[in-house]
Structure formats: structure tokens, C-alpha cells
């Protein structure tokens, strides 16, 4: 499988549509004398994208304040399957890194986290096959890609499709087998740092990833916005939050 092909255009379309192409195509169609929506230019536009890149299946949300004034869903989300809606996963794929960091980051400004301490502060065990390496990486490393880990490792990380409980921490633990590059001296993207992120995250928190992510990033997002608040399976969550 080529990860390329299926992430890229994934993460193509959706910058394209989060940016000013997509805020320009709702203003030239505001402007002009049309019988349709205001977002059939942006409909026009992502199908188009669409058929360019080769992606088959996709859904949009168009958000202003607190409210969805568009949602669409385009393709089919599987092979002679149905079309998207506002219900249907998708693999976010790196996307996932924008919360280990912001994760990180809140440990960091609560004290509980510093940046250039080693791994080996939060993960003791923690070990590649030289010791020196092991010792020197640090939180900062891995979150700026310079921790030495190799592209090549990160992509049989992705070819192990182990998820039973604590798998990520396994596959960290066997890379005391691993030779690394020198920890510092350059950038390469590997997964494998924010898996080793993640980690952090739930030795400090001690909360799972998945529970720290809903506590501390989704809820206290979705708490912000009145509505949502008054719904009654969010309102023992929320609590006095605003």
C-alpha cells in the first residue's frame, strides 16, 4: 500500500478547503446572481478537486461562530458503498500529531513536563541500542523530528497493525534494538516520536491517550460553545467550564 497516495491528497484537499481557495470560491459566488446556494462554488470546487486528486470519498463542514451553515458529502465511503455524511470515520492519519504536541504542550505550561529533559525521565525503560542515544534524547527532539529515529523504522511501525492493549508500548520497548542516527544533528519524519509522545503523555497524566485527548482537548472545546453545553449527556461533563 502506498501511504503516500492516500494521505496526501487527503491532507491536500483538506488545506485547500481550510484556506483562502475555499473562502474565495464562497465570495465569488456570493457576488454573483445565482438561483443556487451560496456554497454551490464550493461544492463545484471539491468535486472537482476530487476527480484531480483521485480521492473517492470525502465529507465538508463549513463552521461560522457556532454554527454548521454547510455540510456536504461527496464519493463513496468504500467501493460501490454509500456516500459520506457527518457520521462516517476517517483516517486522519498525521493529523493525530496536532494534539500529541498540543498534549505535550499543556504538560509543559502545567510544570509537569520540561522539554529538554530526557525520555528517560518519564519513560525509565526507555531504550534504543546505544545507551549514549538512548540517554540524550529528549521531549524536544521528538517533537521537532531530530531525535535520530529513521524514516525506515516509522514505516514498519505502520505495518504493525497490533492493537491490542498497551501495543504502542511494545513496539517502543523493542526498538532497544534499534540504530538510530545521531540524536540532534538533523530533522527526519518518523512516527515513531510522537508514539513515544504519547507515551509521555500517559506516564505524566495518568490518564490512557485516548481519555487525556477527550478530557483535556474535546471537552473543554465542545464545553465552550453554549449550545452544546445544554445537551444533557454533555452537561455532567462540562460542569462550570465556559
Known sequence: MDIKKILFPVLLIGGALGKSRLLNARTAQRNQASNGTPYDAVDTYVERQMHRLHIPGLSLAIIEGDKIVHQNGFGEARTGG????????????????SFTALAVMQLV????VELDAPVQRYLPWFRVSDPIASAQMTVRHLLNQTSGLPVLASQLILADLDNRPNSTERQVRALSRLKTNPVGEKWAYCNLNYNILGLIVEAVSG?????YIQNHIFNPVWCKNPIHRQKPEMKAVCGNRG
Open 82 to 97: 454509500e456516500t459520506p455524511n457527518p457520521q462516517t470515520p476517517f483516517f486522519i492519519g498525521s493529523l493525530t500529531k
Open 109 to 112: 505550561e502545567a510544570g509537569k
Open 207 to 211: 490518564e490512557s491517550y485516548a481519555d
